[in-house]
């Protein structure tokens, strides 16, 4: 199976800076048909997960543009330019090129500071 | 867009089993795969296993495979995740999340959770 790596663990960020956040899988994440299938969930407290970002960079309609994805191979990256007090939670990097399983990352938790 | 509504909150016994369900609100579970995801305490998101309503063919995580069973019935528009020998262990919040566009390689749909509770 894929194994998914996230750092850091938690990210305490103060309102309006940027925040970064990594994740790195043990094989490639490129598929057979061309397509990298590496996406972001957020986590809000006490909420189902809500996906942001699917193929690498492909924002979710209505989900703001302050979020960002980029990488490729198996180093990929979620930045947040500003972050607001909406955006605490956990987010998760997710593989689906390696299926079955499916596998996610353990998880990077943003709070304010 | 569609909306997946689960059923309630769950309290069971070790070595008993549970069955979720995942209803599709607002549209049918035929265009989509739905994927069950489990969150325990303290714990990241885990995948459990998916099935293609349309095609009735499921895939189990390794993890699970002898006890974990995953149906459909596209009459209804439902999901069925089935856990059988509970242990302490599977106490966690149970999702259900959907693939709903071509190629898409993710979850965009989810499930509102379901709690499910093993205790003595």
């Known amino acids: 199976d894929v194994v998914m790596t996230q750092t850091p663990l938690s990210s305490p960020v103060t309102l309006g800076q940027p925040a970064s956040m990594s994740c790195r899988s043990s094989?490639?994440?490129?598929?057979?048909?061309?397509?990298?299938?590496l996406s972001w969930l957020q986590q809000r407290p006490g909420q189902p997960p809500r996906l942001l970002i699917y193929?690498?960079?492909n924002r979710v309609s209505g989900v703001p543009d302050r979020f960002s994805g980029s990488g490729a191979g198996t180093d990929f990256t979620l930045n947040i330019s500003r972050v607001e007090a909406e955006d605490v939670g956990v987010y998760y990097c997710m593989q689906a090129t390696h299926f079955p399983p499916v596998t996610f990352g353990g998880g990077t938790k943003v709070e304010i500071k | 867009q569609v909306q997946l509504v689960q059923s309630g909150t769950e309290v069971k016994k070790p070595g008993s089993s549970v069955k979720v369900s995942c209803k599709a609100s607002g549209g049918t579970l035929n265009s989509h795969s739905i994927n069950w995801v489990r969150r325990a305490p303290g714990q990241g998101l885990e995948w459990m296993g998916r099935?293609?309503?349309?095609?009735?063919?499921?895939h189990s995580a390794q993890h699970f495979q002898d006890r974990v069973t995953i149906a459909a019935d596209t009459s209804s528009s439902t999901a069925f995740m089935e856990l059988t020998s509970l242990r302490s262990e599977d106490t966690a919040i149970y999702f259900c999340?959907?693939?709903?566009?071509?190629?898409?390689?993710?979850?965009?749909?989810w499930g509102q959770g379901t709690m499910v509770t093993v205790s003595s």
């Open positions: 999340a959907g693939s709903t566009g071509e190629g898409l390689g993710a979850f965009d749909v």
């Open positions: 099935i293609i309503p349309i095609l009735g063919i499921a």
């Open positions: 094989q490639s994440l490129v598929h057979s048909d061309g397509n990298t299938y």
């Open positions: 193929k690498i960079s």
